[in-house]
């Protein structure tokens, strides 16, 4: 997955107006605006870094002649007390892009963590780990992305990707197979249905209409195994639902093709990063 460039400016700049508004009271009345500094950006904990250019980035905005050099890139791993970037700039730019910087690569190195975590605890099955758009506003693409940098894949981006009957869907409509053929016939030929389920009996009858992806939500083990056996290739199974790092394993062994887990993007623990100004 590729960060466009525009895109990655436009949420920094977000952030930036949110933080500083129109003045830094204590950056804009203490420190020279000729003022050149260097600062350093230390590792606190070990894990995968994600997010190194698009917090570089915040200090090029800030700073069009900031320079900067990235020892350790995105989706390497890195040791407590290891320099994952330095940057020469004015100081004011180092000290009023600071918060937003380390939000943003703290945010991201996090999520690829724990997604490498989860990418290990299934390693051996066919099971891949995938997000989903239980997203901070604003911050989907960079979220995204560091899962993709944690090794996992992308659940669809937005609701235009692909047609995902979930149960309120069900509810408001009907039943899975007419939902399914009113879908077909307005939808055009690239776009799969997936729909969410809750009982074996649910899992027939989407086989039966032609569903390319099943979300088996909340089933246990015993029940996803025996899914995957009625289901016998005709359709990708997603697990979802109360996943852990305690019973991630034994999901993946029941043969299902993907996991998916909010927690990875809405309540991950940010990876601990400083920023330290040289003297």
Not at 38 to 49: F, N
Not at 66 to 87: H, L, P, Q, S
Not at 192 to 216: F, N, P, R, S, Y
Not at 220 to 245: H, P, W, Y
């Amino acid at each position: 997955m590729n960060l466009l460039q525009f895109h990655i400016d436009d949420i920094i700049k977000t952030a930036l107006m949110e933080d500083i508004n129109y003045i830094d009271v204590t950056t804009d009345y203490l420190i020279d605006e000729n003022q050149i500094s260097k600062a350093v950006y230390v590792a606190k904990d070990s894990g995968i870094v994600c997010g190194t250019e698009v917090a570089m980035r915040v200090f090029k905005l800030l700073d069009s002649e900031a320079e900067t050099r990235i020892f350790i890139k995105d989706g390497e791993y890195v040791e407590r007390g290891n320099i994952i970037a330095d940057i020469t700039a004015k100081t004011k730019a180092l000290l009023k892009g600071e918060r937003t910087a380390l939000n943003l690569i703290q945010h991201m190195s996090g999520i690829a963590t724990a997604t490498r975590r989860c990418v290990d605890l299934v390693s051996g099955t066919k099971a891949s780990i995938a997000e989903t758009r239980k997203t901070l506003p604003g911050l989907r693409a960079l979220q995204k992305y560091a899962v993709t940098v944690g090794g996992g894949k992308n659940h669809r981006y937005n609701l235009s990707d692909c047609a995902m009957l979930k149960d309120t869907h069900l509810d408001a409509y009907g039943s899975i197979t007419n939902a399914v053929m009113a879908l077909r016939e307005k939808t055009g030929h690239t776009v799969k249905i997936e729909i969410e389920v809750q009982t074996l009996e649910q899992l027939e009858e989407a086989l039966d209409v032609g569903c390319e992806i099943i979300m088996l939500d909340n089933m246990s083990c015993e029940m996803m195994a025996q899914a995957v056996k009625i289901t016998d290739g005709r359709a990708k199974l997603e697990a979802s639902g109360n996943v852990t790092a305690e019973n991630i394993r034994a999901i993946a062994e029941t043969g299902v093709d993907i996991i998916s887990l909010g927690a990875l993007t809405h309540s991950v623990k940010a990876f601990d990063i400083s920023m330290k100004i040289q003297k």
